[in-house]
């Protein structure tokens, strides 16, 4: 029987199953967690179509926990230090490889160009960011050294204090600059946002942007999510103005992201193939 490797895109609102060159299937994600979960495992089983798993991926919001082997995606209130480790392996009889979602769409934009070192940010309803780094996902070694870096939720001065704490604090990308954000303040979606408002939240970004390139080096950044794609160019200005009278360094690349809305789940499918970088638990 062909064996076959499984990409899962466990997103707040939808769940994204498939095989690698064959249609992939969606639903909603329902609230409960019994009610997701279940779903999850019905797609599992209808992309497989009866053949042997060979390979689980995962992509799903952070944070998760590899040390425990449980995740808790922050916009899945009832998912709350799920053994989804166990509980696939269980189901499919294979161990998954499991990576919070901007982590798995860096590991899918860096392997299309063939890099080792990308800098992957996600600008629509929230902000965040994932790090390939040496071809590994970079992670944090504080707390226990399973968390990963939080580009999003990095302070920012400048600009309106923001209204949507997320991670609690009003001055981060996130809080002054996210969909959500931008919807609360200007009282309309990004989409219907008008042209002149937009250079100021273009520059934070690219504040944002500079301030990580500055730290780590990263010498390429893909810029994805809805708002990230549409306002990519701007903000490579931006970044281009800033970084201008530097004489220390000049600007890092700036690229708009390959896969748009399914680069979490075309990371999953990396992950089910390669097992890439799985951390030891
Ligand atoms: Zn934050």
């Known amino acids: 029987m062909r064996e076959v490797a499984l990409g899962i895109d466990l997103g707040g609102t939808k769940t994204l199953v498939g095989v690698a060159n064959e249609p992939s299937l969606s639903a909603p994600t329902a609230l409960s967690f019994e009610a997701s979960y279940q779903t999850l495992i019905e797609l599992c089983r209808e992309a497989l179509a009866g053949r042997t798993c060979a390979g689980i991926g995962v992509a ?97 001065a400048g600009g309106n204090e923001g209204t949507v704490k997320g991670c609690g604090r009003a001055r981060c990308l996130e809080s002054v600059m ?38 780590t080096g990263c010498p390429l950044f893909v810029l994805g999510g809805s708002i990230g794609i549409a306002r990519w160019s701007s903000v490579q200005e931006e970044v281009a103005q800033l970084q201008a009278d530097c004489s220390l360094s000049s600007a890092p690349n700036l690229e708009p992201s390959t896969y748009g809305a399914t680069a979490s789940f075309e990371g999953a499918l990396r992950l089910a193939q390669a097992n890439f970088n799985t951390p030891s638990a």
């Open 60 to 156: 799903i919001g952070g944070p998760i926990d590899h040390f425990h082997r449980t995740v808790s995606p922050l916009h899945q209130p009832e998912w709350r230090n799920v053994p989804l480790w166990d509980l696939l392996a269980q189901e499919f009889g294979v161990e998954p490889a499991i990576e919070v979602d901007t982590d798995a769409a860096a590991i899918a934009e860096a392997t299309e160009r063939s890099v080792s070192d990308l800098y992957y940010v996600t600008w629509s309803t929230g902000v965040g960011g994932g790090y390939v780094r040496e071809g590994a996902i970079h992670r944090s070694r504080a707390e226990g050294g399973s968390t990963h870096p939080e580009f999003g939720h990095q302070i920012v």
């Open 178 to 215: 996210g969909g959500r954000a931008i919807q609360e303040r200007y009282g309309q979606p990004a989409v219907e946002l008008p042209d002149y408002e937009w250079s100021s939240l273009d520059q934070i970004m690219a504040v944002g942007i500079i301030n990580v390139w500055t730290i």
